[in-house]
């Protein structure tokens, strides 16, 4: 059983369509974390939330943090090709410091 | 240097062989990890390293899995008689002092052992 788990696994999606991945847990988290994996390379971190209920936005990402700090959405508005990647969230639900990943969403803009 | 850097990128090995992956941290960062990632899958956690603490190793899959961090700079991800099994990409990451789980991760080392 994944402590997180992402939905949907898989999303190809057209220029300028909007779209919403998700990640839900049962444990409460102090925070999430967001990142983004492109082909061949290491995830890179696009943001963190922290406070339940929160609403960052990153240009065209919009990420929220649920009231109950055990889930976390990631809205993107008018996909672009370079959205294209994998999209990990991660926490600690323990205390211990290590981040523990969903398997993530794959996503494909097409031009 | 400015991010985290791993060597090699690529490791071809033989069945049987010992490889050695190595992960330079971002400089000042106390704690580092070592993740695993098979083709379509998320990061598995394999060990954490936090100052001068004794390292958490309990995502270590076998004995045959070891790693060293000299102080707070270079770490080295050891597999000794690899399998297919172990075939990967191994990414390390670090932290400013692994207090939050914001971590900074290098480009990974992709490992085939045929």
């Known amino acids: 059983t994944q402590l997180l788990e992402q939905s949907p696994q898989f999303l190809s999606i057209q220029e300028g369509e909007n779209l919403t991945v998700y990640c839900n847990s049962s444990?409460?988290?102090?925070?999430l974390q967001w990142y983004r994996q492109e082909p061949g390379e290491g995830p890179v971190l696009l943001v963190t939330?922290?406070?339940?209920?929160e609403v960052k936005k990153l240009k065209r990402l919009t990420f929220q943090f649920g009231d109950a700090r055990k889930d976390s959405s990631l809205h993107i508005t008018a996909a672009q090709p370079g959205d294209t990647g994998l999209y990990l969230c991660?926490?600690?639900?323990?205390?211990?410091?290590?981040?523990?990943f969903g398997r993530g969403t794959s996503l494909i803009v097409h031009p | 240097g400015a991010g985290v850097s791993q060597s090699p990128s690529n490791k071809v090995t033989e069945k049987g062989k010992d490889v050695e992956l190595r992960c330079d941290p971002i400089?000042?960062?106390?704690?580092l990890y070592w993740y695993r990632q098979r083709l379509g899958q998320g990061l598995e956690f394999l060990i954490y390293?936090?100052?001068?603490?004794?390292?958490?190793k309990s995502g270590l899959p076998s004995d045959r899995f070891s790693a060293e961090r000299t102080g707070e700079s270079v770490s080295t991800l050891t597999i000794q008689r690899t399998q297919q099994e172990d075939s990967a990409v191994y990414l390390c990451?670090?932290?400013?002092?692994?207090?939050?789980?914001?971590?900074?991760f290098g480009q990974g080392t992709r490992l085939t052992v045929v």
């Open positions: 990451a670090s932290s400013w002092n692994g207090m939050n789980t914001e971590a900074f």
């Open positions: 444990s409460v988290f102090s925070s």
């Open positions: 939330v922290v406070t339940g209920g």
């Open positions: 991660a926490g600690d639900p323990g205390g211990s410091y290590i981040p523990t």
């Open positions: 400089s000042g960062h106390t704690a």
């Open positions: 390293f936090q100052g001068n603490s004794a390292p958490d």
